[in-house]
């Protein structure tokens, strides 16, 4: 029997419970050390802490609140539970503070400690192992977890900037349920492809016929919402859920056709 690494024990002895646990103790410990320029002393503080007297009050995402215990509490963060969903909403808000110290308040201003880079690299792991991945939107200074899907992200990959936050915002939870934001975002990504949706590819028309049905037919680009008055909310959303797959799936038909012919092309160049 071949032994095991002690790399591949420590990975099979990963525990969620046991590190989300480890990752609230360093956002309430760890430190970020911040000099002051004109009496040159330097304070340190928890990161929520420096945040909060620093950068709280400006915050594009702060709502209404008035400091960070107010945007925990109506978050509803409860370091007891264990659930995916409470998991990823405290995962969120704790990355939202963090990218707030990362994007304003650089060095040498501003020194993050060892604690504070652990912190970030643990968050990291635990996403990979709940298969989430990160989602910036710097104009609006907002952090999103999504998650993981390959298509969105081969997807998002070749998209413009906007439609690529549009492709990866479509699965996050906050949207379940969520109709109106759905539509929105659907029709962005459909605008990107819209040439594409028209032609089609030879030996994929089915697809693209489909795909253009359900946009016509889902009151996605035109005001038709006679063709869906006897859907329910639940069954439309199911629609507009296929539908999104469907227009990821008729961008990658076009992907890797282009693929399939350089590789002919560079075939043909050996013989």
Request: glycine share 4%; net charge negative.
């Amino acid at each position: 029997m071949k032994r095991k690494s002690i790399f591949e024990i420590i990975e099979n002895k990963y525990n969620i419970k046991e590190e989300i646990g480890k990752i609230d103790f360093l956002f309430n410990d760890a430190l970020l050390i911040v000099h002051n320029q004109l009496n040159f002393q330097q304070q340190q503080g928890s990161v929520e802490a420096v945040i909060e007297d620093r950068l709280f009050f400006a915050w594009k995402q702060r709502g209404s609140c008035l400091n960070c215990e107010e945007m925990r509490r109506k978050l509803g963060i409860d370091l007891t539970k264990y659930g995916l969903v409470d998991i990823i909403i405290r995962l969120e808000y704790y990355l939202n503070i963090i990218n707030l110290a990362n994007t304003k308040l650089g060095y040498p201003n501003c020194q993050k400690t060892q604690q504070f880079v652990i912190l970030e690299d643990n968050i990291k792991i635990l996403l990979d192992h709940l298969n989430y991945e990160i989602l910036i939107i710097e104009k609006e200074e907002k952090v999103l977890l999504v998650p993981k899907s390959p298509a969105a992200t081969s997807v998002a990959e070749i998209s413009t900037t906007e439609t690529a936050t549009a492709i990866l915002m479509y699965n996050h939870t906050s949207l379940k349920g969520d109709l109106s934001q759905k539509q929105s975002l659907l029709l962005k990504i459909y605008l990107e492809y819209e040439k594409l949706l028209k032609n089609g590819i030879d030996g994929f028309s089915e697809y693209f016929d489909k795909t253009r049905g359900l946009i016509n037919k889902l009151n996605i680009k035109h005001n038709n919402k006679k063709e869906i008055e006897n859907l329910d909310n639940e069954q439309l959303e199911e629609w507009y859920d296929e539908l999104y797959q469907l227009l990821l799936f008729c961008v990658l038909i076009k992907d890797n056709k282009e693929r399939k012919d350089k590789a002919e092309e560079f075939l043909k160049s050996l013989k």
